[in-house]
């Protein structure tokens, strides 16, 4: 009896070095019950030392692996062509020396953009005015208008990137998430492009 097997390759997986890839980790699947079980338990791939840190496994392999175990089945594939597998090495531990440098240099390096900004708009002599025109008094330190100002500076940027260090204050992401997501998603399909093998073919090529 003719089986049908759907198939919807995952975007992107995480696996360990020199560990075996099977068809349940890079795809999700439906189909009959006498064969899901043998379809889980197909491998796809090998991880060996001459990989990177990044594999593309393509669609097509994936049905040539399952044709080859189920002849009579019909394989439908669904969504994304490949999957991006990412290697995952053991993380070496943040020096705190190297931890405190570079918080120092950001902290820094962001308050003398901050800094060099005001003085370009010269907000200085801003706050001057609107204090002299509110009170009619002339202050060389309008602190009355810098202070809420410098709190209101710093909320502003919490709400802005949408976090109070690891917390977020909503499910709504940040500009720069959705920044890093966009650059994530160029460099996934730059990987896809120039990674796959079989995306590409050469004139010399059989």
């Given at each position: 009896?003719?089986?049908?097997?759907?198939?919807?390759?995952?975007?992107?997986?995480?696996?360990?070095?020199?560990?075996?890839?099977?068809?349940?980790?890079?795809?999700?699947?439906?189909?009959?019950?006498?064969?899901?079980?043998?379809?889980?338990?197909?491998?796809?791939?090998?991880?060996?030392?001459?990989?990177?840190?990044?594999?593309?496994?393509?669609?097509?392999?994936?049905?040539?692996?399952?044709?080859?175990?189920?002849?009579?089945?019909?394989?439908?594939?669904?969504?994304?062509?490949?999957?991006?597998?990412?290697?995952?090495?053991?993380k070496?531990?943040?020096?705190?020396?190297?931890?405190?440098?570079?918080?120092?240099?950001?902290?820094?390096?962001?308050?003398?953009?901050?800094?060099?900004?005001?003085?370009?708009?010269?907000?200085?002599?801003?706050?001057?005015?609107?204090?002299?025109?509110?009170?009619?008094?002339?202050?060389?330190?309008?602190?009355?208008?810098?202070?809420?100002?410098?709190?209101?500076?710093?909320?502003?940027?919490?709400?802005?990137?949408?976090?109070?260090?690891k917390?977020?204050?909503?499910?709504?992401?940040?500009?720069?998430?959705?920044?890093?997501?966009?650059?994530?998603?160029?460099?996934?399909?730059?990987?896809?492009?120039?990674?796959?093998?079989?995306?590409?073919?050469?004139?010399?090529d059989?």
């Amino acid at each position: 009896m003719e089986k049908t097997i759907y198939i919807r390759m995952r975007h992107r997986v995480h696996v360990r070095p020199e560990e075996k890839i099977y068809l349940k980790d890079v795809a999700q699947i439906i189909a009959p019950e006498a064969v899901l079980l043998k379809l889980q338990s197909i491998m796809i791939y090998q991880v060996t030392e001459m990989d990177r840190n990044i594999i593309v496994i393509d669609v097509m392999e994936v049905i040539k692996k399952i044709t080859t175990t189920f002849k009579d089945a019909e394989v439908q594939s669904i969504g994304p062509a490949q999957t991006i597998v990412e290697v995952v090495f053991k993380k070496k531990e943040v020096s705190l020396p190297i931890f405190i440098l570079i918080w120092f240099l950001l902290f820094f390096g962001s308050a003398m953009t901050i800094m060099n900004f005001h003085d370009d708009v010269s907000m200085q002599s801003v706050q001057e005015k609107i204090y002299t025109i509110i009170t009619e008094k002339k202050a060389v330190k309008p602190l009355l208008f810098q202070i809420p100002y410098s709190i209101g500076l710093g909320l502003g940027m919490i709400l802005f990137f949408n976090h109070v260090f690891k917390h977020r204050l909503n499910e709504e992401p940040s500009p720069l998430e959705v920044e890093i997501f966009n650059y994530q998603l160029d460099l996934d399909n730059y990987v896809v492009i120039h990674e796959n093998k079989e995306s590409m073919k050469h004139i010399d090529d059989d």
